[in-house]
């Protein structure tokens, strides 16, 4: 049985590589909780375009390589109205080459960070689970490079 979603999101766990290592781009969002780029989905856009689109209005971000194979769905449920909100959100993994980041007026501030230090930074549960599984995947990927 498929679960009922009232709100559908789309959004990215960004990483840039730094010397050996790799540091992830997380956001300050103005509710004061740490958290990755995302967004809804708009009616007639697919997850990718709307991971695309969400990046750059909230970090101004234009050019991510998407990582092939990974996807992360999450679901939780807030209350928005007295009402409550079931919420889907899908991550995908992505590098970004730039470390400029121009934030949207949604959020306070940003930050790259390694992994232990990004995990630390994360205000929820799933969202370290999230980057705890980009992060495994990420190394399977790239076991050519130290990261």
Do not use: C
Request: hydrophobic share 40%; aromatic share 10%.
């Amino acid at each position: 049985m498929k679960r009922r979603v009232d709100e559908r999101s789309a959004g990215a766990v960004l990483y840039i590589r730094e010397g050996n290592g790799v540091e992830y781009l997380l956001l300050k969002y103005g509710a004061g909780h740490w958290d990755f780029p995302k967004g809804h989905i708009e009616k007639n856009e697919s997850e990718l375009q709307a991971v695309v689109r969400e990046v750059w209005e909230e970090t101004g971000i234009q050019r991510i390589e998407l990582v092939e194979g990974f996807r992360k769905v999450i679901n939780y449920m807030f209350m928005k109205n007295g009402r409550l909100v079931r919420k889907e959100v899908v991550f995908y993994l992505g590098e970004v080459f730039d470390r400029a980041v121009t934030l949207s007026q949604e959020h306070l501030d940003f930050v790259w960070l390694p992994l232990e230090k990004a995990v630390e930074r994360l205000t929820f549960k799933t969202a370290r689970e999230t980057l705890l599984e980009a992060d495994s995947y990420l190394r399977k990927r790239l076991n050519n490079i130290q990261i």
